[in-house]
């Protein structure tokens, strides 16, 4: 069994910064991306950022230059370091990974339970 716990939501105002933090745990052989996605009230679940198990990093263009995704392979951690937030920002954030649970499997897609994020004016 394979999950995720994430961490580092809150009540900040806008301006402030947080900390997400996502580790996995469980029958673990490799991780390869592993990203967080957010989902506002009344709105789809959309992309925030990503990065490969090379280190290359992918945002959603509303984030660039405020957020910074990273992690810690030894730790199976993935980070989202969010600054200068604003009131849009405000969601449920879900990190997900793309597991290797053994030799013999394929990837699989897992996700965290949500934490929330509230930014407020």
């Known amino acids: 069994q394979v999950q995720l716990v994430e961490s580092g939501g809150g009540l900040v105002q806008a301006g402030g910064s947080l900390r997400l933090s996502c580790a996995a745990s469980?029958?673990?052989?490799?991780?390869?991306?592993m990203g967080w996605y957010r989902q506002a009230p009344g709105k789809q679940r959309e992309f925030v950022a990503a990065i490969t198990s090379g280190g290359s990093t992918h945002y959603v263009d509303s984030v660039k230059g405020r957020f910074t995704i990273y992690r810690d392979n030894a730790k199976n951690t993935v980070y989202l370091q969010m600054n200068s937030l604003k009131p849009e920002d405000t969601a449920v954030y879900y990190c997900?990974?793309?597991?290797?649970?053994?030799?013999?499997?394929?990837?699989?897609?897992?996700w965290g339970q949500g934490t929330q994020v509230t930014v407020s004016s």
């Open positions: 469980g029958s673990i052989f490799s991780i390869n991306a």
């Open positions: 997900n990974a793309d597991i290797v649970r053994g030799r013999s499997y394929n990837g699989y897609m897992y």
